[in-house]
């Protein structure tokens, strides 16, 4: 099976993008979590699909939890 998921140092220096695009997986949380939908997402760019939206999410889910990081502040309002 072809991945969905690519990393190729001559595209958008070398971080990992949908494959066939220059569309980051990065990019794909932040629109969702700006209040974008994947069904946007998929009208935004025609050559992105569901199934490679949910490879993106899958990647940079398996990225955070092999990650170790340090949460920032949050202030309650």
């Not at 939908?37 to 949910?54: C, F, M, N």
Request: aromatic share 4%.
């Amino acid at each position: 099976m072809k991945s969905r998921i690519v990393r190729d140092p001559k595209i958008m220096m070398g971080k990992p993008v949908v494959a066939g695009t220059r569309i980051t997986v990065e990019h794909i949380p932040e629109e969702l979590a700006a209040g974008g939908t994947v069904e946007q997402l998929v009208d935004a760019h025609p050559r992105l699909s569901r199934k490679a939206i949910l490879a993106a999410l899958d990647l940079a889910a398996k990225a955070l939890s092999a990650d170790f990081f340090y949460p920032t502040a949050c202030r309650s309002r």
